[in-house]
């Protein structure tokens, strides 16, 4: 059992991950992608949010509030890391803007390559980050899979329609079965933080995130949320990299796994209590008809 499991973790994780940005591709063309970020100030405030604002949030929390050394190291980490590869599953969720999210998570994941070994070594000393590390999952994992579905989406648009609620399943049963993997691996971490009151930390960074995000947002609701999502949901995979690479303390990777986890339930519970947009957007039309009569 103890060899399946992490066999089911690493299953999960690429068809989550793989068929998310497939299925991504088979909605979308490199216009809708591109779209968004022609927005110029809401480029600029989420590289802020992401780059500035919660890493530097995260090192004056950690000033304030002492925690072991692995804790701290994984939080740092975790707050440097950004461009979530769930993102755009996550948008699905909240009923946030797909190209959007596909576009933004695209940005943070090229930023994260350059800024992370800039910055992590200043924060945390001996610390070696390769940019082509971070990268090579970028490419091959996340990159490709995009390409190839927005070229079937462009040369056979019948294909990909019908390849799309597959796509679809594969990616919602890859995050579904490493949800629950993850829980029982860390559940014994999990109750650890809960006893020590770390978790109630991880709650501030996660709760903090989303919100600067999703104030930055922009004046689009479905921006907003993307932005929120795509700022509390960090890279945990880049994270887990950094991790393994340059700790032998195994509780800075349990950290970042566990931390990464909590964000994921967070963030979903925080999506799923948001307001319909249907329903916001009828309410605001009232609103606005409701003035005119005034």
Same mark, same amino acid.
Request: with cysteine.
């Given at each position: 059992?103890?060899?399946?499991?992490?066999?089911?973790?690493?299953?999960?994780?690429?068809?989550?991950?793989?068929? $998310?940005?497939?299925? $991504? *591709?088979?909605?979308?063309?490199?216009?809708?992608?591109?779209?968004?970020?022609?927005?110029?100030?809401?480029?600029?405030?989420?590289?802020?949010?992401? %780059?500035?604002?919660?890493?530097?949030?995260? =090192?004056?929390?950690?000033?304030?509030?002492?925690?072991?050394?692995?804790?701290?190291?994984?939080?740092?980490?975790?707050?440097?890391?950004? *461009? &979530?590869?769930?993102?755009?599953?996550?948008?699905?969720?909240?009923?946030?803007?797909?190209? %959007?999210?596909?576009?933004?998570?695209?940005?943070?994941?090229?930023?994260?390559?350059?800024?992370? &070994?800039?910055?992590? &070594?200043?924060?945390?000393?001996?610390?070696?980050?390769?940019?082509?590390? @971070? *990268?090579?999952?970028? +490419?091959?994992?996340?990159?490709?899979?995009?390409?190839? *579905?927005?070229?079937?989406?462009?040369? =056979?648009?019948?294909?990909?329609?019908?390849?799309?609620?597959? $796509?679809?399943?594969?990616?919602? %049963?890859?995050?579904?079965?490493?949800?629950?993997?993850?829980?029982?691996?860390?559940?014994?971490? @999990?109750? @650890?933080?809960?006893?020590?009151?770390? +978790?109630?930390?991880?709650?501030?960074?996660?709760? %903090?995130?989303?919100?600067?995000?999703?104030?930055?947002?922009?004046?689009? +609701?479905?921006?907003?949320?993307?932005?929120?999502?795509? !700022?509390?949901?960090?890279?945990?995979?880049?994270?887990?990299?950094?991790?393994?690479?340059?700790?032998?303390? &195994?509780? #800075?990777?349990?950290?970042?796994?566990? !931390?990464?986890?909590?964000?994921? #339930? +967070?963030?979903?519970?925080?999506?799923?209590?948001?307001?319909?947009?249907?329903?916001?957007?009828?309410?605001?039309?009232?609103?606005?008809?409701?003035?005119?009569?005034?």
């Amino acid at each position: 059992m103890n060899q399946i499991i992490p066999i089911l973790d690493k299953i999960s994780f690429l068809a989550f991950v793989v068929f $998310t940005m497939f299925g $991504t *591709g088979l909605k979308l063309t490199v216009q809708q992608i591109w779209e968004p970020l022609r927005n110029i100030r809401l480029v600029i405030l989420s590289l802020l949010a992401n %780059f500035v604002l919660v890493p530097l949030f995260v =090192y004056l929390l950690l000033q304030v509030i002492h925690l072991k050394e692995p804790v701290k190291d994984a939080l740092i980490i975790m707050a440097l890391a950004s *461009g &979530p590869p769930a993102l755009p599953k996550l948008a699905q969720i909240v009923k946030g803007n797909l190209a %959007f999210s596909t576009g933004l998570m695209m940005l943070l994941m090229f930023g994260t390559v350059f800024y992370m &070994p800039l910055v992590l &070594p200043l924060v945390l000393q001996g610390v070696q980050v390769n940019s082509w590390d @971070i *990268g090579k999952p970028l +490419i091959f994992l996340m990159l490709a899979p995009l390409v190839i *579905g927005l070229l079937i989406k462009a040369k =056979y648009e019948a294909i990909a329609f019908n390849l799309q609620p597959i $796509t679809s399943k594969i990616s919602s %049963f890859g995050l579904c079965l490493g949800l629950v993997v993850r829980l029982i691996v860390h559940f014994n971490e @999990i109750l @650890i933080l809960l006893q020590t009151g770390v +978790i109630f930390v991880c709650a501030i960074f996660i709760v %903090f995130s989303f919100t600067v995000g999703y104030l930055l947002g922009g004046p689009g +609701i479905d921006t907003q949320r993307v932005l929120g999502v795509g !700022t509390a949901q960090r890279n945990f995979a880049a994270a887990l990299l950094i991790g393994t690479s340059n700790f032998d303390d &195994p509780n #800075v990777v349990s950290m970042i796994m566990v !931390t990464s986890l909590l964000m994921m #339930v +967070i963030v979903m519970i925080l999506g799923q209590n948001l307001p319909d947009l249907d329903q916001v957007q009828s309410t605001e039309i009232a609103q606005g008809a409701k003035t005119f009569s005034d």
